[in-house]
């Protein structure tokens, strides 16, 4: 990855900016020296992600739900808020839904009237269970829009419908990420992604869970290339609006990845297999040559060194919180 050029300071809002991802870019955007308003509800965000960050004279934190408008004047609005784990979004699916349409409205709506650039963090989701391997962004997907997981599905490709209209007809600056299998620390433990899922269950000394045979194949980003990406995304010429993929072309089986786990961990955890879960894709694996084209960005992180990382701070967690 290249140098990063100094900018001046801007004031960016971040939404969901207490999850996961949402944290590493409050960081990153605060050590480029911008000011940072982070937008959250915590539902699956966590005050943990952002303490570090609390006394920073730069950094705002305000409680609030995206589904509601927002008046606050910023430069760039990055929108990350809406859960992003199957467990955490069907688990309210009517909310998930309402956080990607009614928060993008919002969001693009506040963008219109304070004329700031905009970037949605869209997914890989996208395309569904996908039938084109792997997946360029001009491939449509293969989504079941009534299943369980069409609340989150859906609801981004309607954010993602409702960025490019407000660009046409608004002329607004949009970006749009499709951001495929990230992973690292302050990952929620118990969210049942794959990756906390394994190393969970690989520190715990229980049984490692692969649901169907452990053949389908997923491709993982760590946290730091991918903010990295993002943040190249928004700095980007106004013509280039995406969509991009953001991930890593490098695909493993899911078995794979858990005798990987075990071996980092050095667990004696035994692999049993479940059926597969309703429209669970078979292949992901990411197309980047548009990002690597227009963003000069590609991932550089090792999966075992990425791996190293996020079981040092799940083990860290445990160590705080036993059970
Ligand atoms: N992590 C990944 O692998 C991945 C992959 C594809 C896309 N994404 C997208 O990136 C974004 C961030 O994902 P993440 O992994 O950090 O998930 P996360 O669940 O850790 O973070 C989402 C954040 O949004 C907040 N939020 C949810 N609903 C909200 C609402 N209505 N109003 C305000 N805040 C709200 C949550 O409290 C949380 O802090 C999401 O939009 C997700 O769809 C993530």
Redesign the pocket.
């Known amino acids: 990855m290249g140098v990063r050029m100094k900018i001046d300071r801007k004031r960016v809002l971040v ?9 590493y870019l409050c960081e990153l955007l605060l050590k480029d020296g911008h000011e940072v308003l982070c ?8 005050r943990a ?1 952002i303490r570090h960050l609390i006394t920073h004279p730069y950094f705002e934190v305000l409680r ?5 408008p927002l008046y606050v004047e910023v430069d760039e609005i990055f ?7 199957p467990v ?2 069907q688990f309210d699916p009517v ?2 839904t ?3 349409v ?2 993008s409205i919002n969001m693009l709506g506040l963008a219109k009237r304070v004329k700031a650039k905009i970037l ?6 996208v395309y569904g269970d996908p039938r084109v391997h792997p997946q360029p962004e001009t491939y449509w997907g293969h989504v079941n829009p009534i299943g369980l997981r069409a609340c ?1 599905d859906e609801g ?1 490709r309607c954010a993602e419908t409702l960025f490019f209209d407000y660009h046409r007809q608004h002329n607004l600056r949009i970006k749009v ?7 690292g620390p ?3 433990p118990n ?1 049942g ?1 794959v990756v906390s899922n394994f190393i969970m269950q690989a520190l715990k000394g229980e049984e490692i869970t692969v649901y169907g045979d452990g053949s389908q194949t997923r491709s993982f ?1 760590y ?1 730091d290339d ?1 903010i990295d990406g993002l943040v190249r995304l928004m700095n980007s010429p106004d013509d280039f609006t995406g969509p991009v993929n953001l ?1 890593t072309p490098y695909e493993f089986t899911i078995l794979q990845l858990a005798k990987l786990v075990i071996k980092l961990t050095g667990s004696k955890s035994k692999i049993v297999y479940k059926p597969l879960p309703p429209d669970d894709p078979k292949q992901r694996q990411a197309d980047i040559t548009l990002a690597k084209k227009a963003l000069q960005w590609e991932s550089t992180t090792p999966l075992e060194k990425g791996l190293r990382k996020t079981i040092q701070y799940f083990k860290e967690l445990r160590k705080e919180h036993p059970r």
Request: include cysteine; hydrophobic fraction near 30%.
């Open positions: 939404t969901g900016g207490a999850g996961f991802l949402g944290s937008v959250d509800n915590f539902y699956t965000g966590r992600n609030h739900d995206v589904c509601f929108n990350l808020a809406c859960p992003a784990s955490h979004y909310q998930t309402k956080t990607s009614h928060g949605l963090a869209s997914t890989s989701e989150y981004k990420a499709r951001i495929f299998n990230t992973y302050r990952m929620h969210d992604r980003c946290v991918l991930g």
